[in-house]
């Protein structure tokens, strides 16, 4: 059930320049949020910014004082800009955990997750949740938005592919490009009940999306919207779908492969 915290914050460190790992604790977290879903922070210093934003959780653990939720987050805008000064012993609102989460894969498919940037922080928990028995792509614009590396090349048991688009790390082009080539190497994969998980920025989801489609794949993406209540009421990151608008708050933000209309 989503509810209303009042946490400590007990670490809040650079990443690198433009990217945070913000860990929260208190005794009133709820335990075992599915890998996914979110929860809305606002900061203590003012009321500006007024409205909480989203963030997704990147990792569950525990201390002595409670319970743990670690946000991984880019510095943008003005209320991460306030974030990114806050210290050990301050404090932040948050409500959740929001949204719907990833659906978990059957016995029989293959997991194969696709994250952009940022959008690592919504599937490293399924990662971790899978016990890392999947094929992990990450990509982004540069090396600089590539986060946690170390951690996922010793989560990820399968295959773990990185890209960048300048070709500053990894191979040089899109995640897209990324798995179109290790198919085309393992072509067999494709006969196999190949599930595909994807967040990241709306550029790479369609083209993920797209993708899908024609190789009949199927899967889940998570949209990266932005929203001031959490809970359906604004209808400030509805998104347009086959089945109509849905609210990615409410409805999502996980929604199957085929469903947003791009």
Not at 34 to 63: A, C, N, V, W
Request: glycine share 12%; proline share 5%.
């Amino acid at each position: 059930m989503s509810k209303y915290i009042r946490a400590k914050i007990t670490e809040n460190t650079p990443v690198n320049k433009g990217h945070n790992l913000l860990v929260l604790s208190s005794d009133n977290i709820q335990q075992h949020p599915l890998p996914g879903q979110f929860y809305m922070i606002g900061t203590d210093f003012s009321y500006d910014p007024l409205l909480k934003r989203p963030f997704s959780i990147f990792r569950e653990t525990s201390s002595a004082e409670g319970g743990e939720l670690q946000f991984l987050y880019r510095i943008k805008g003005k209320g991460t800009e306030r974030m990114k000064e806050m210290k050990k012993g301050d404090t932040v609102n948050l409500f959740g955990p929001l949204g719907n989460g990833y659906p978990m894969p059957g016995k029989n498919f293959t997991p194969v997750l696709i994250a952009g940037g940022i959008g690592i922080a919504s599937l490293f928990p399924l990662a971790e949740k899978l016990s890392g028995n999947i094929h992990f792509f990450y990509g982004a614009r540069t090396s600089g938005e590539l986060l946690m590396l170390n951690e996922l090349k010793g989560l990820v048991k399968k295959e773990l592919i990185i890209s960048a688009d300048d070709g500053s790390e990894g191979r040089k082009g899109t995640v897209v490009d990324a798995l179109n080539v290790f198919l085309t190497s393992n072509p067999q994969l494709l006969t196999s009940n190949f599930l595909l998980y994807a967040c990241g920025p709306s550029p790479m989801l369609e083209a993920v999306s797209k993708f899908a489609a024609e190789k009949g794949i199927k899967g889940y993406i998570s949209m990266e919207e932005n929203m001031a209540c959490g809970v359906g009421a604004c209808l400030g990151c509805a998104v347009k779908t086959k089945k109509g608008y849905k609210r990615v708050c409410k409805e999502g933000p996980v929604f199957e492969i085929g469903e947003i209309v791009w």
